[in-house]
């Protein structure tokens, strides 16, 4: 994201402090994470301070302060889904993006991140990509779906 992208953000809600998470939410949408440099300008720009910024950007976890690749890849480990085989799938996904759960790959084409119930339980085993939800998976399934993201 280039630097005039995050000006212009924050250049919008100058001295609103109320409007901290949603410039966060903004920059993060955009950039895919929030580097501190850009956290010590936003703190700045909406005259909020650093240590306030860091405690939102640390205690949501929409918020990322490394990198994420540019596939968000999240795997339900809920209840039911692990019922359906969410251990094997998430082996599975694993092996195929060669990263574990949260990390990013070298390359910066996917994150891996599991999460407790994803909201879908009658779909389960469940993957979503990038917002795109991906029922009833399986090892095989998920090896054809990650496929349409390389």
């Not at 100058?14 to 955009?30: A, D, F, R, T």
């Amino acid at each position: 994201m280039s630097d005039d992208k995050i000006e212009q953000i924050i250049g919008k809600h100058q001295g609103k402090p109320g409007s901290l998470i949603h410039v966060l939410m903004e920059i993060q949408h955009q950039n895919r994470w929030l580097p501190r440099d850009v956290l010590r300008a936003v703190s700045e720009a909406l005259d909020v301070p650093f240590s306030r910024v860091m405690q939102i950007a640390t205690v949501y976890k929409t918020f990322s302060l490394t990198p994420k690749g540019r596939h968000e890849v999240h795997v339900c480990t809920g209840m039911s889904c692990h019922l359906r085989g969410a251990a094997q799938l998430l082996d599975a996904v694993q092996s195929l993006i060669g990263i574990k759960p949260g990390e990013t790959d070298a390359e910066a084409r996917f994150s891996l991140e599991i999460g407790s119930c994803l909201g879908s339980c009658s779909l389960g085993p469940e993957i979503i990509v990038d917002g795109k939800h991906h029922g009833r998976m399986t090892p095989d399934k998920a090896e054809d779906m990650l496929k349409l993201y390389r």
